[in-house]
């Protein structure tokens, strides 16, 4: 078992930033991917970013530019540094966890993002 606990959330005028952290708990493999999906009220659960244990990064073209992930391999925790944040990106932003070797999953708590003036 993987447990995660996410932080970061917030209210923010558009064009502001926020960062979100993700720490990663348990039965860590070294073999992994960690990111964010975003849920917004009426929509699809979609993928922002992803990082894998190697350090190859993709994201969501809608937030290609504009956010940055990274991660820190010891201290099993993924960032999300998002800039120039519009009232699209508001959402819940779900951070997960992905072992790769026992192809499971596993899911954060949840974080709100508002952007909003």
């Known amino acids: 078992q993987v447990q995660l606990v996410e932080s970061g959330g917030g209210l923010v005028q558009p064009g502001g930033s926020l960062r979100l952290s993700c720490a990663a708990s348990g039965s860590i493999v070294s073999l992994n991917a960690m990111g964010w999906h975003r849920q917004a009220p009426g929509k699809q659960r979609e993928l922002v970013a992803v990082?894998?244990?190697?350090?190859?990064?993709n994201y969501a073209d809608s937030v290609k530019g504009r956010f940055t992930i990274s991660r820190d391999n010891a201290k099993n925790t993924a960032y999300l540094q998002m800039n120039s944040l519009k009232a699209d990106d508001t959402a819940v932003y779900y951070c997960?966890?992905?072992?790769?070797?026992?192809?499971?999953?596993?899911w954060g708590q949840g974080t709100q993002v508002t952007v909003s003036s």
């Open positions: 990082i894998t244990s190697g350090g190859s990064a």
């Open positions: 997960y966890f992905m072992d790769v070797l026992n192809r499971r999953t596993y």
